[in-house]
């Protein structure tokens, strides 16, 4: 069974603006660990931010911030102020209780002028 | 300080040849781990090593995949009689510990393309 799910395969936004990456995630661990990681078109893996499941409030990490939703089982993670360095494509991972790192298929994101 | 370093950054060869990568992990991370992302797709966990304990190699796709650590630091990923499926971005990451709250920062990847 698929542990994380991203369900856009691509998205564009405006310079600027704001953009949500949908993760909808799959466990029955009680401890787990999510992360956001960037691939720019260079291929490194960049990471961006954390999440615990024990957290009570949601991670931000400059322009990024995550949208836990534990009971709904989703992670989505928020680009504020969108530039030009941010297209990329954008991956969310999850750890349970061990430490490979489960990702899901990716979402690209394309900014434009 | 310096990253998780890779090379080659990219290698070619024929098929039935063997192959191997390397891996310089942060210095003072004891987890490392090896990674194969194939065009367009999100990655695919192949080894897991930390500290002195045995390998995890669950993930690894058929026994011509193998791969060694020496102590806490240099890893060489090894791909013996490559085939035209093995061509992937081979990367590699490192954590402090390996828990799993732990960060992995990434290498920059080895493509690797199997004629």
């Known amino acids: 069974a698929q542990k994380i799910t991203q369900t856009q395969p691509g998205m564009f936004v405006q310079e600027k603006e704001a953009v949500t990456l949908d993760c909808t995630y799959d466990?029955?661990?009680?401890?787990?660990?999510l992360f956001w990681y960037k691939q720019p078109s260079s291929g490194e893996m960049i990471f961006l931010i954390y999440?615990?499941?024990?957290?009570?409030q949601n991670a931000t990490e400059g322009r990024y911030s995550l949208n836990f939703q534990k009971a709904r089982k989703s992670a989505n993670l928020v680009i504020s102020a969108s530039q030009l360095g941010d297209s990329a494509m954008y991956f969310c991972?999850?750890?349970?209780?061990?430490?490979?790192?489960?990702f899901g298929a990716g979402t690209t994101v394309t900014v434009r002028a | 300080g310096a990253g998780v370093s890779q090379s080659p950054s990219n290698k070619v060869t024929e098929k039935g040849k063997d192959v191997e990568l390397r891996c310089d992990p942060i210095?003072?991370?004891?987890?490392l781990y090896w990674y194969r992302q194939r065009l367009g797709q999100g990655l695919e966990f192949l080894i897991y090593?930390?500290?002195?304990?045995?390998?995890?190699k669950s993930g690894l796709p058929s026994d011509r995949f193998s791969a060694e650590r020496t102590g806490e630091s240099v890893s060489t990923l090894t791909i013996q009689r490559t085939q035209q499926e093995d061509s992937a971005v081979y990367l590699c990451?490192?954590?402090?510990?390996?828990?799993?709250?732990?960060?992995?920062?990434f290498g920059p990847g080895t493509r690797l393309t199997v004629l």
């Open positions: 999440q615990g499941s024990y957290d009570q």
């Open positions: 990451a490192s954590s402090l510990q390996g828990t799993h709250t732990d960060t992995q920062y």
């Open positions: 210095s003072g991370h004891t987890a």
């Open positions: 991972a999850m750890k349970e209780n061990d430490y490979k790192l489960s």
């Open positions: 090593f930390q500290g002195n304990s045995a390998p995890d």
């Open positions: 466990t029955s661990d009680p401890s787990y660990g």
